[in-house]
């Protein structure tokens, strides 16, 4: 079974300073894990996925995350955040075996605010 | 441009009353779903479906029914037999079955009860 855990329910930064959005997985084979936005009354977007490529992945806005199996973490970084970066992000995986019914499982969201 | 379009953006409900949330998309996905998202919650799945006149239970598919008679739509029926329909409704869509293509989202429906 597939599971997401995001470790912060609500992130708040200054302007300027880095993101770091923590999100840990379990799953039982090879996943593919995502990154969304969704900003207030509106759906998701992607910002980034992962599909057993290249470890790091680059997103967009200025996003990336890095792949640890080790750690089976997937954390969601920027280096300087923006005003508009605020909204609420969710780490979602997806089984590479287990397609269909359970094909994705999102995490409970972080709310990541940005203080002027 | 291709996307995903969900109406209306408000609904509300009356007691005993069914209601029914609209889903278009013009991608050529061929999977569809429909996700119930409350405060503070993720997504969490109702129904979906990989192709043309066949849908499946999600997790909470309990008052609610779907069809998919077209490709580009999958309407979402919200019935009396929901006692707690208040939700932000998002439906989605992806290129074919494989794990590791993402959906794409529409902008949700808000449900309330008056």
């Known amino acids: 079974a597939q599971s997401v855990t995001q470790l912060d329910s609500h992130v708040s930064v200054s302007e300027g300073t880095p993101v770091l959005l923590r999100c840990n997985y379990s799953s039982s084979y090879s996943p593919s894990l995502f990154w969304y936005v969704q900003h207030p009354n509106k759906g998701l977007q992607l910002l980034l996925k992962y599909t057993s490529a290249a470890t790091l992945v680059k997103g967009i806005n200025g996003f990336e995350a890095e792949f640890k199996k080790s750690e089976t973490s997937f954390h969601l970084t920027k280096p300087s955040a923006h005003m508009s970066d605020a909204a609420e992000y969710f780490c979602v995986v997806s089984d590479e075996w287990d397609t269909g019914r359970r094909a994705l499982t999102f995490g409970s969201g972080t709310r990541l605010q940005v203080q002027p | 441009d291709g996307g995903i379009t969900q109406s209306p953006k408000y609904l509300f409900r009356k007691e005993g009353q069914n209601v029914t949330l609209s889903c278009e998309q013009n991608?050529?996905?061929?999977?569809m779903y429909w996700y119930r998202q409350d405060p503070g919650q993720g997504l969490r799945l109702i129904y979906y479906?990989?192709?043309?006149?066949?849908?499946q239970k999600g997790d909470i598919a309990e008052g609610y029914s779907v069809s998919r008679e077209k490709k580009e739509s999958f309407p979402l029926t919200v019935t009396s037999a929901q006692k707690n329909p208040t939700a932000f409704y998002l439906c989605?869509?992806?290129?074919?079955?494989?794990?590791?293509?993402?959906?794409?989202f529409g902008d949700g429906t808000r449900l309330s009860i008056l």
């Open positions: 991608l050529n996905h061929d999977a």
């Open positions: 479906s990989q192709i043309v006149n066949d849908f």
């Open positions: 989605a869509s992806k290129r074919g079955g494989g794990a590791t293509q993402p959906q794409h």
